[in-house]
């Protein structure tokens, strides 16, 4: 069983920051991609960062400059450093990493966390 686990949210004024981490747990031979999703009322989950096994991380347009996602693989941890933040980040955030569970098939599956609220007072 393959959990992913959040942590790091909370309440904060505009302008504030918060870091969020999420461990990935279980029985598996490796974790490929991993990233930031987000969900605000009434709207659709939508991606914050990724972080590529290899290359560069990719970020939001509405998040560029503010928030740095980063990962510890020893520790099967990603993180998202959040500065500056502003009511409209409010929402719940997701952790996402693909797994390949079995060195011997390769075959990745998608697994989520279950989530951390972030609230951004104005």
């Known amino acids: 069983q393959v959990q992913l686990v959040e942590s790091g949210g909370g309440s904060v004024q505009a302008g504030g920051s918060l870091r969020l981490s999420c461990v990935a747990s279980?029985?598996?031979?490796?974790?490929?991609?991993m990233g930031w999703y987000r969900q605000a009322p009434g709207k659709q989950r939508e991606l914050v960062a990724t972080i590529p096994t290899g290359g560069s991380t990719n970020y939001a347009d509405s998040v560029w400059g503010r928030f740095t996602a980063s990962r510890d693989n020893e520790k099967n941890t990603v993180y998202l450093q959040m500065n500056s933040l502003k009511p409209e980040d409010t929402a719940v955030y997701y952790c996402k990493a693909r797994i390949v569970r079995s060195a011997t098939n390769r075959l990745e599956n998608v697994y989520w966390g279950q989530g951390t609220q972030v609230t951004v007072s104005s």
């Open positions: 279980g029985s598996f031979f490796r974790i490929n991609a």
